[in-house]
């Protein structure tokens, strides 16, 4: 198994594994009328933006896990929003008329195009960084998300960054487990049960 850096061609491969783990870890596919959405929101903008912390798993069938990570989210937020979000917000109009129980999988998406979570200042002051990890079912539980992780904190800490925070869905409790093995803490938790956890690099 090749653990690499990501690379502009890496690009479809990336999209393809958001989706395929977008239902709390399992395939997604079913839930997106756009299978491009997903992408644009979780992997895309760190390929583009921040492709010094991104780093793929190649098992020789083809590109099937990867970590994104940022150094500093604030900065990165400010440039989704300059050069990013705008050629989005054209594509997919926001639901902002719909009810926010009401919206479908891809209007939840396309709120978060819109309306992106503002990062809390306080929370940045001591994890200024943020990641999103994804294998694919074939490369799970063999030890390849600790060695994406292993590599992500040793990239990070080397360009300064003291700490680091993830967010995940109630549901995905393989994915806290995980995290909480490896060290990582909770921050908050939302009323339907998602995480904001965090690491000191
Ligand atoms: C969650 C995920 C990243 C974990 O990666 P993985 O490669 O399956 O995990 P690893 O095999 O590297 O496990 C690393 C360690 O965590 C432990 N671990 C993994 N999953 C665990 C769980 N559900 N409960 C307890 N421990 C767990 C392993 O036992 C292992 O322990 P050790 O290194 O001390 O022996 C991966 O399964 C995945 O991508 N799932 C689907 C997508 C997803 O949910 N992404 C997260 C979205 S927020």
Redesign the pocket.
């Given at each position: 198994m090749t653990l690499r850096p990501a690379t502009p061609a890496d690009r479809a491969a990336l999209y393809r594994i958001c989706l395929e783990?977008a239902d709390?870890?399992e395939d997604g596919t079913h839930l997106y009328r756009d299978p491009l959405l997903v992408g644009h929101v979780y992997a895309g903008p760190y390929l583009t933006f921040a492709p010094e912390h991104a780093f793929v798993l190649d098992d020789g069938e083809g590109v099937g896990?990867y970590v994104l990570g940022v150094l500093d989210t604030a900065a990165f937020s400010a440039r989704l929003e300059r050069e990013w979000w705008p050629a989005l917000r054209a594509q997919y109009p926001d639901p902002v008329n719909v009810p926010p129980g009401e919206r479908t999988p891809d209007e939840r998406l396309a709120h978060l195009i819109h309306h992106p979570a503002a990062p809390d200042p306080a929370l940045l002051a001591e994890y200024p960084s943020h990641l999103?990890?994804?294998?694919l079912p074939r490369?799970?539980?063999?030890?390849?998300?600790?060695?994406l992780f292993d590599h992500l904190f040793s990239s990070l800490r080397g360009a300064g960054s003291p700490g680091v925070h993830?967010?995940?869905?109630g549901r995905?409790?393989?994915?806290q487990?995980?995290y909480?093995?490896?060290g990582f803490h909770e921050l908050s938790r939302s009323p339907g049960g998602a995480l904001l956890m965090g690491l000191r690099l």
């Open positions: 783990t709390s870890g896990g999103h990890i994804d294998l490369m799970q539980g063999r030890g390849q998300g600790r060695r993830l967010g995940v869905g995905n409790t393989r994915a487990a995980f909480w093995h490896l």
